[in-house]
């Protein structure tokens, strides 16, 4: 087991994981899930998928011959790629995400980056309608129209749907590279698909020691009893916000690496639970730095709140703090490694707020490297279904998203 979970101090009494009602539950939604329900192919994709990598290598090998990858998409279609580039190294080509947001600014400060590399640019959607995306594609066909000529095509590569849609339709007519995001998987499950694999791969990361992690992960939470460290964090997270009357929760974590995976995290959960006035607020947390400004707030403020830490177990050696003049006020730290005082801050930071009364949950992996961070996303996707299925609410659409859709294209026509 890659993923490990500590509820010791969540406040949430024990007996609770091996209450028959809750063990029958999760066993029902294990099952279902199981079962080929809708949207759930996410599931049992990772023991698939990793049969099947030659065509991402092959493409990923070209675009490794530029200088840069523009990746164009938003929300599940990037995040996911995003959190495992930042957490593992770049070590293929540069990687650069565009069509966020809306802003004018932004895309073109990614173009005018790329004005003088060798660039390739991958489009991420499903639909081929999505708004963000779709205007910066536009902007990418003019770029790379006036860059490349008739070869603009050899420098693009899109993934969408396999059968349908305007992207499916481009490709088929130009006769453009392409790849899936397969049925029956929403955005943001998706990062163990060609979504995020082929980014990930083109950065220059084993994805299939990536893939690995996530089958490995499969196969332990695929046993449904009351030690399944999935079960135990959603249910518990259940508990603190129907029960305890907590309506927010953090994931803090004292690794910088894995800063962008708290943003993937916030948006699996907030999307996914956040309908029919139910779910928790969800925000990350970098410490120590964010220690000097939320963290007074977590530690004296209003009791709303429960937090999910995010430990490494094994990090890289580092060097002793030493020669320090005795007149240096941290003069007590001669002879300690960073990553010393560094775990002494996150075993300190947790008794604080623990003695503060919030509930703390903690979540581990032994390192982070390619298994441990794939074996995190499939961990951190499969608890989420579940929890969603706990309170009621379906886990994998998103009907509110929508609605400022409707206004904008509303204002845009009047």
Same mark, same amino acid.
């Given at each position: 087991?890659?993923?490990?979970?500590?509820?010791?101090?969540?406040?949430?009494?024990?007996?609770?994981? *091996?209450?028959?009602?809750?063990?029958?539950?999760?066993?029902?939604?294990?099952?279902?899930?199981?079962?080929?329900? %809708?949207?759930?192919?996410?599931?049992?994709?990772?023991?698939?998928?990793?049969?099947?990598?030659?065509?991402?290598?092959? /493409?990923?090998?070209?675009?490794?011959?530029?200088?840069?990858? /523009?990746?164009?998409?938003?929300?599940?279609?990037?995040?996911? $790629?995003?959190?495992?580039?930042?957490?593992?190294?770049?070590?293929?080509?540069?990687?650069?995400?565009?069509?966020?947001? !809306?802003?004018?600014?932004?895309?073109?400060?990614?173009?005018?980056?790329?004005?003088?590399?060798?660039?390739?640019?991958?489009?991420?959607?499903?639909?081929? +309608?999505?708004?963000?995306?779709?205007? $910066?594609?536009?902007?990418?066909?003019?770029?790379?129209?006036?860059?490349?000529?008739?070869?603009?095509?050899?420098?693009?590569?899109? =993934? =969408?749907?396999?059968?349908?849609?305007?992207?499916?339709?481009?490709?088929?007519?130009?006769?453009?590279?392409?790849?899936?995001?397969?049925?029956?998987?929403?955005?943001? #499950?998706?990062?163990?698909?060609?979504?995020?694999?082929?980014?990930?791969?083109?950065?220059?990361?084993?994805?299939?020691?990536? /893939?690995?992690?996530?089958?490995?992960?499969?196969?332990?939470?695929?046993? $449904?009893?009351?030690?399944?460290?999935? #079960?135990?964090?959603?249910?518990?997270?259940?508990?603190?916000? =129907?029960?305890?009357?907590?309506?927010?929760?953090?994931?803090?974590?004292?690794?910088?690496?894995?800063?962008?995976?708290?943003?993937?995290?916030?948006?699996?959960?907030?999307?996914?639970?956040?309908?029919?006035?139910?779910?928790?607020?969800?925000?990350?947390?970098?410490?120590?730095?964010?220690?000097?400004?939320?963290?007074? !707030?977590?530690?004296?403020? *209003? %009791?709303?709140?429960?937090? +999910?830490? /995010?430990?490494?177990?094994?990090?890289?050696?580092?060097?002793?703090?030493?020669?320090?003049?005795?007149?240096?006020?941290?003069?007590?730290?001669?002879?300690?490694?960073?990553?010393?005082?560094?775990? $002494?801050?996150?075993?300190? +930071?947790?008794?604080?707020?623990?003695?503060?009364?919030?509930?703390?949950?903690?979540?581990?992996?032994?390192?982070?490297?390619?298994?441990?961070?794939? *074996?995190?996303?499939?961990? !951190?996707? #499969?608890?989420?279904?579940?929890?969603?299925?706990?309170?009621?609410?379906?886990? !994998?659409?998103? %009907?509110?998203?929508?609605?400022?859709?409707?206004?904008?294209?509303?204002?845009? *026509?009047?």
């Amino acid at each position: 087991m890659k993923i490990s979970i500590d509820t010791s101090l969540s406040l949430v009494d024990e007996k609770v994981y *091996s209450d028959k009602k809750n063990l029958k539950k999760f066993e029902e939604i294990s099952s279902s899930l199981h079962s080929d329900q %809708p949207w759930t192919a996410w599931v049992n994709y990772p023991s698939y998928k990793i049969q099947f990598l030659s065509k991402i290598k092959r /493409l990923a090998k070209k675009v490794k011959l530029g200088d840069v990858l /523009l990746v164009i998409g938003i929300g599940g279609s990037y995040l996911g $790629a995003l959190a495992g580039i930042s957490a593992l190294k770049n070590r293929g080509v540069e990687v650069v995400f565009a069509g966020t947001n !809306f802003s004018y600014e932004d895309l073109k400060e990614k173009f005018d980056y790329c004005k003088n590399k060798e660039v390739y640019v991958n489009v991420i959607s499903k639909s081929g +309608t999505t708004t963000e995306t779709m205007i $910066a594609f536009e902007y990418a066909l003019k770029f790379l129209k006036t860059k490349y000529k008739s070869n603009f095509k050899d420098h693009l590569i899109i =993934t =969408t749907d396999k059968e349908k849609g305007y992207l499916r339709e481009f490709a088929k007519i130009n006769k453009i590279e392409s790849l899936i995001v397969p049925d029956n998987i929403g955005g943001r #499950y998706s990062v163990l698909t060609d979504v995020g694999l082929f980014p990930l791969a083109c950065a220059g990361i084993d994805i299939k020691k990536f /893939l690995q992690g996530a089958v490995d992960e499969e196969k332990t939470l695929s046993v $449904a009893n009351m030690n399944n460290p999935a #079960y135990r964090y959603a249910l518990t997270r259940f508990i603190l916000n =129907t029960k305890k009357g907590k309506s927010v929760e953090i994931l803090s974590s004292f690794y910088p690496k894995l800063s962008k995976v708290g943003e993937w995290w916030t948006q699996l959960f907030a999307e996914s639970e956040g309908k029919d006035k139910k779910g928790l607020f969800v925000s990350s947390l970098n410490f120590s730095t964010d220690l000097h400004s939320v963290g007074q !707030f977590i530690q004296q403020g *209003s %009791p709303i709140l429960f937090e +999910t830490f /995010l430990n490494v177990n094994n990090i890289e050696k580092d060097d002793v703090l030493q020669n320090i003049d005795k007149s240096n006020p941290i003069s007590y730290f001669n002879g300690k490694k960073v990553e010393e005082i560094n775990l $002494a801050a996150r075993k300190g +930071t947790i008794k604080a707020h623990s003695s503060a009364k919030v509930p703390i949950i903690q979540i581990s992996l032994e390192k982070i490297d390619e298994e441990n961070l794939g *074996s995190l996303f499939y961990f !951190f996707e #499969y608890a989420c279904a579940i929890s969603g299925k706990m309170l009621g609410v379906d886990p !994998f659409n998103q %009907p509110g998203v929508e609605d400022y859709k409707r206004n904008m294209k509303k204002l845009l *026509s009047e």
